[in-house]
């Protein structure tokens, strides 16, 4: 049974920084995109970053330069570090773990509140 388990969310000022934590079971980690994901109050999910498992890494323009996704096979885990944090990033973060059409898992989600 496949588990993707995130940690590390919580209240942080404007400006501020946080890192996402998520660690996956029950897969082989090494085969699989890993992404987060984030839906706001009243909208859709959107892609945040993502990961393959080479390395190549993607982001939502609204993030570049200020998130950084990586990932620790040897610990199945993946991350999101995110500095200089807006309002506008509060939302619920979602772990994604994706291998083709019917292998997609997704984490419970965490909240992330950016506020003064």
């Known amino acids: 049974q496949v588990q993707l388990v995130e940690s590390g969310g919580g209240l942080v000022q404007p400006g501020g920084s946080l890192r996402l934590s998520c660690v996956a079971s029950g897969m082989n980690f090494n085969r699989y995109t890993m992404g987060w994901y984030r839906q706001a109050p009243g909208k859709q999910r959107e892609l945040v970053a993502r990961?393959?498992?080479?390395?190549?890494?993607n982001y939502a323009a609204s993030v570049e330069g200020r998130f950084t996704i990586s990932r620790d096979n040897a610990k199945n885990a993946v991350y999101l570090q995110m500095n200089s944090l807006k309002p506008e990033d509060t939302a619920v973060y979602y772990c994604?773990?994706?291998?083709?059409?019917?292998?997609?898992?997704w984490g419970q989600g965490i909240q992330v509140t950016v506020s003064s």
């Open positions: 990961i393959a498992n080479g390395g190549r890494t």
């Open positions: 994604n773990a994706n291998l083709g059409i019917t292998n997609v898992y």
